[in-house]
C-alpha cells in the first residue's frame, strides 16, 4: 500500500472515528458545559485580575473577605462539571437518537451520584455524611462521567426503541405515561450502580470514581500533559483540518474533558494556595494552552498567515481574500481562509499548518518549564478572544507576550509558504489575462 493510499485510508478511518454516535455526543455534551465554564472564569477572573494591587484595592473596599462570592461562583460551576458533563453528554447521545432525552439525563445523573463516596473525612477526623463530595463531581469525576452517560444513553434508548418498560393505557397522559416508561431502565441503571457500589466498597474498600479516576482518568491526563501528546493533539487537529474533517471537533471532542480536568486541577492547587510555578504538580498543558496559545486566528494559527499575507501578497486572489478574512481572524473565525484560499488539500501550506501550533506548543510549553510562563488555572475567555488580550486575561503580561512570540513565528513560518502560493496564483492571473489579451486582438 502506497504512502497516498494510507493517508486516504487514514482520513476515511477519522471521517468514520467522528460520525460514532458516542464520539458526537462526547463532543456536542463538552461544547454543552461551555457556558458553566466560561461564565465561571469570568468571576475567577474578577477574583483573581492579573493587575498589580487589585487585591489590595479591592480588599480596602469590599474588606478581606471580599473574593468569597466570586468563588462562589466558581465552586458551583468549575466543581460540579462531572455532574454538568454527565447530564450533558446523556442528553445529546439520547436526543441524537431521537428519544426522550431529558428523562435519561436525570436517570444518569442519579445513577452517576449513587457511586459517590458517601463521606468525608474532615481536617480534625471528623467523619461527614449525607454530602455530595465536590471532589469527585468535579474534575476527578470526568471520566467516570463519561462513562456513566454512555452507559445509561445506550441502555435507556434501546429499551425506548424496544418498547421494554410499563406500558400504559392510550388515555393516560403523555407525561405520566413516559415517566412509567422509564421506570425500567431506571432499575436497571441503579441496580448496577449499587452493584458496582457494593463490589468496590466491600472488596476494594474504595468507590467506582475513586477506583476510575486512578486506573483510567490519571493516566490519560498525565499522557495529556507530555510534549508527545501535546504534539499527537495540535498536529493531529490541524491534519485533520487539512483533510476536510473538523479537527478541532473531533479531537477536542476526545480529549477536552482531560484538558479541561488538568486546568482544574491546577485551580484546586491555586486555591490550597500553592503557586503553579516551578511546581512539579502543576499540569501544563490544559485547555487554555489548546483556545489560547496554539490556536491564534483558529486551528493553525491562520493569524500569521493573514498577517504575511496581508503585508505581501502579489495576486489579486490572495490580495483580496487576505483582506476578506482578517477581521474574522482577529477573533479567531479562520472557515473564510480554511476553505476560500483554500487551505484544505492545499500542499503548499500543509506542512505550516500542521508545524505551526506544534511549534507555539513547544514555546508555550518551555516557557512555563523555565518559570517565565506561570501555568493556567481554570480561568478561561471566550475562544473569540482576541489574541494578546487573551493572553493577558489568562496569565497576566508574560501570557500576552508569549502570545506575540508564537504570533510572530506563525508570521515568519507561513511567509515563505505562503509566497509559493501567492507566486502560482500569480501565475496563473497572469496566463488568464494574456489568453484574454489574445483572445481579443484574435477578434
Not at 431529558?102 to 474532615?122: K, Q
Not at 486541577?265 to 491555586?270: F, P, R, S
Not at 498543558?285 to 491564534?296: A, E, L, R, T, Y
Not at 496569565?395 to 506563525?410: E, F, K, R, T
Request: aromatic share 10%.
Amino acid at each position: 500500500m502506497g504512502k497516498q493510499e494510507m493517508f486516504d485510508k487514514f482520513i476515511e478511518l477519522m471521517g468514520k472515528f467522528a460520525e460514532i454516535r458516542a464520539v458526537a455526543a462526547l463532543r456536542d455534551g463538552c461544547i454543552m458545559t461551555t457556558p458553566f465554564t466560561i461564565c465561571g472564569s469570568v468571576f475567577l477572573l474578577l477574583a483573581n485580575m492579573p493587575i498589580p494591587g487589585y487585591a489590595d484595592f479591592m480588599a480596602s473596599i469590599f474588606g478581606s473577605d471580599w473574593t468569597a462570592p466570586l468563588n462562589a461562583v466558581a465552586g458551583g460551576t468549575f466543581d460540579v462539571i462531572a455532574l454538568c458533563i454527565v447530564i450533558a453528554i446523556t442528553y445529546k447521545y439520547v436526543e441524537n437518537e431521537g428519544c426522550d432525552a431529558i428523562m435519561a439525563a436525570i436517570l444518569s445523573l442519579a445513577t452517576f451520584l449513587i457511586m459517590m463516596p458517601p463521606t468525608i473525612m474532615t481536617k480534625g477526623g471528623e467523619m461527614v455524611t449525607g454530602i455530595i463530595p465536590k471532589a469527585w463531581v468535579g474534575s476527578n469525576g470526568v471520566i467516570t462521567a463519561i462513562l456513566v452517560a454512555f452507559y445509561v444513553g445506550y441502555i435507556f434508548c434501546y429499551c425506548e426503541k424496544n418498547h421494554i418498560g410499563i406500558k400504559m393505557p392510550d388515555a393516560v397522559p403523555q407525561g405520566v405515561a413516559k415517566a412509567f416508561t422509564a421506570l425500567v431502565p431506571g432499575m436497571i441503571f441503579f441496580t448496577s450502580a449499587a452493584t458496582f457500589y457494593g463490589l468496590c466498597h466491600y472488596i476494594g474498600a474504595t468507590t467506582l470514581p475513586e477506583l476510575i479516576f486512578k486506573v483510567i482518568q490519571t493516566p490519560l491526563q498525565g499522557l495529556s500533559d507530555t510534549l508527545a501528546g501535546g504534539t499527537i493533539i495540535f498536529g493531529l487537529q490541524s491534519l485533520l483540518f487539512w483533510a476536510g474533517i473538523h479537527g478541532p471537533n473531533v479531537v477536542g471532542g476526545v480529549v477536552g474533558p482531560l484538558l479541561m480536568a488538568n486546568s482544574l486541577d491546577n485551580q484546586h492547587l491555586l486555591d490550597m494556595g500553592m503557586s503553579l510555578v516551578n511546581n512539579p504538580q502543576a499540569k501544563l498543558i490544559g485547555m487554555q494552552m489548546n483556545d489560547v496559545f496554539c490556536k491564534s486566528g483558529g486551528c493553525g494559527m491562520t493569524l500569521g498567515l493573514l498577517i504575511a499575507g496581508v503585508f505581501t501578497a502579489k495576486s489579486d486572489q490572495v490580495k483580496s481574500l487576505m483582506k476578506m478574512a482578517f477581521v474574522p481572524g482577529l477573533f479567531n473565525i479562520n472557515e473564510p481562509i480554511i476553505f476560500g484560499l483554500p487551505i484544505v488539500f492545499n500542499t503548499y501550506l500543509l506542512v505550516p499548518f500542521i508545524l505551526v501550533p506544534i511549534i507555539a506548543m513547544l514555546i508555550t510549553y518551555g516557557a512555563m518549564v523555565i518559570g517565565f510562563l506561570p501555568p493556567m488555572g481554570a480561568v478561561q475567555v471566550p475562544w473569540t478572544t482576541p489574541p494578546i488580550i487573551a493572553g493577558f486575561l489568562v496569565d497576566g503580561w508574560q501570557g500576552a507576550a508569549i502570545q506575540v512570540i508564537n504570533l510572530a513565528m506563525s508570521t515568519a513560518l507561513y511567509f515563505p509558504f505562503l509566497r509559493a502560493q501567492d507566486r502560482a496564483c500569480l501565475r496563473e492571473e497572469m496566463a488568464d489575462l494574456a489568453a484574454q489579451e489574445a483572445a481579443k486582438e484574435a477578434e
